[in-house]
C-alpha cells in the first residue's frame, strides 16, 4: 500500500440477497437466499445490510449471518427507516436501544464498520430536522455512525464541522446530476473511516418510485476511475480506513462494477491484494 494512504479499502455492495443475481450469473444456477451471503462472501470482504431498514435487526438472525462469513468479514448495516423516513414514534429512543440490541454481535465481534444513517430527499435542512438528527446522533453515540444526505440543503460547512466534531463520517455519494440532490463530495468528517455510496445516474428513472428503474445503471469504467483519481485517493489519504457500496442493484451491475472498482483501486496503488 502507498505511504499516506488508508490501511484498507472494503469494496462491496449494497445487499446482496437479490434473486436477478442468478440470472445475471453473479450466484451459482439455483442459489438460495440463504445460500448467497456465503457465495457473496467468496468475492467480497464486506456488505451492507438493508433488511436492517425494513425490520429492526434481530440478535439471532445477525448471529447466523455471522457464521457465514469469514471472521474478518465487516458489515455495515442501515439504520431503520422509522428514525429515517418516518414521524419519529413516541418512544423511538426504547426503539434506539432495540436496534443497538439486534447489532450486538456484530458490535462484540469487531465486524460493524458503521451504521448508515441515510436520510430522503425530503428530508431538508429545517429547524426540526436539524434538532431531529442530533437527538438522533445523541442517542446513538457510541456507534460508528455514518450519514448520507439526499438533499443538497445539507451541503455547508456548518454541517460538516458539526459531523466532524461528532467523529460522524458524511458518506459521499454519487447519483443523477439532478437539481436539489446532494451534490459528490471527497469531505472527510471522520479520521477513521469515508464512506461512499454509488446509486447510479439514471436521471429518468430517479425518484420515479421504481426501484427497478432508478437502480438500473451501470458504470462505465471510465466513470469509475474518475472518482478514483478526483475522489477516492484524497479521502484515502486522511482516513484509516473506508468502505465503498455499490447500489445500482438491478440486472447485477452491482457487483461486477464493485469488482472492476477494485481493479482500479489496485491499478492506483490504493489497495494490496483483496479488498
Known amino acids: 500500500m502507498s505511504a499516506g494512504t488508508t490501511e484498507r479499502i472494503f469494496v462491496g455492495t449494497s445487499g446482496y440477497s437479490y434473486t436477478e443475481w442468478v440470472a445475471f450469473g453473479f450466484y451459482p444456477a439455483g442459489s438460495k437466499p440463504g445460500q448467497m451471503l456465503g457465495s457473496y462472501a467468496q468475492r467480497f470482504a464486506v456488505t451492507e445490510l438493508n433488511h436492517t431498514w425494513y425490520q429492526m435487526?434481530?440478535?439471532?438472525?445477525?448471529?447466523?449471518?455471522?457464521?457465514q462469513v469469514p471472521p474478518d468479514f465487516r458489515f455495515t448495516a442501515k439504520l431503520n427507516r422509522i428514525f429515517t423516513h418516518e414521524e419519529l414514534p413516541d418512544d423511538w429512543k426504547q426503539q434506539v436501544a432495540v436496534y443497538r440490541h439486534g447489532l450486538a454481535p456484530l458490535i462484540q465481534s469487531g465486524q460493524l464498520m458503521a451504521v448508515l444513517?441515510?436520510?430522503p430527499a425530503s428530508f431538508d435542512r429545517s429547524v426540526a430536522n436539524r434538532r431531529r438528527l442530533a437527538a438522533l446522533l445523541d442517542e446513538m453515540s457510541g456507534l460508528p455512525l455514518a450519514v448520507e444526505f439526499r438533499q443538497g440543503s445539507w451541503n455547508t460547512g456548518k454541517v460538516f464541522a458539526e459531523l466532524e466534531k461528532r467523529e460522524v463520517t458524511l458518506v459521499a455519494v454519487d447519483e443523477p446530476r439532478l437539481p436539489g440532490l446532494f451534490p459528490p463530495l471527497?469531505?472527510?468528517t471522520n479520521p477513521s473511516l469515508f464512506y461512499v455510496r454509488f446509486h447510479g445516474r439514471n436521471v429518468k428513472g430517479w425518484g420515479s418510485g421504481s426501484k427497478q428503474t432508478q437502480f438500473d445503471y451501470d458504470y462505465s469504467l471510465e466513470e469509475l476511475e474518475?472518482?478514483?483519481r478526483?475522489?477516492?485517493a484524497p479521502m484515502a489519504a486522511r482516513a484509516g480506513e473506508g468502505v465503498i457500496f455499490f447500489n445500482n442493484h438491478v440486472r447485477g451491475q452491482a457487483p461486477r462494477n464493485a469488482m472492476v472498482m477494485a481493479q482500479v483501486l489496485r491499478e492506483h496503488g490504493l489497495a494490496d491484494g483483496q479488498i
Not at 435487526?57 to 457464521?67: F, L, T
Open 186 to 188: 471527497e469531505v472527510i
Open 117 to 119: 444513517m441515510q436520510f
Open 230 to 232: 478526483e475522489r477516492i
Open 226 to 228: 474518475e472518482w478514483v
Open 57 to 67: 435487526p434481530k440478535a439471532e438472525a445477525i448471529e447466523r449471518q455471522r457464521g
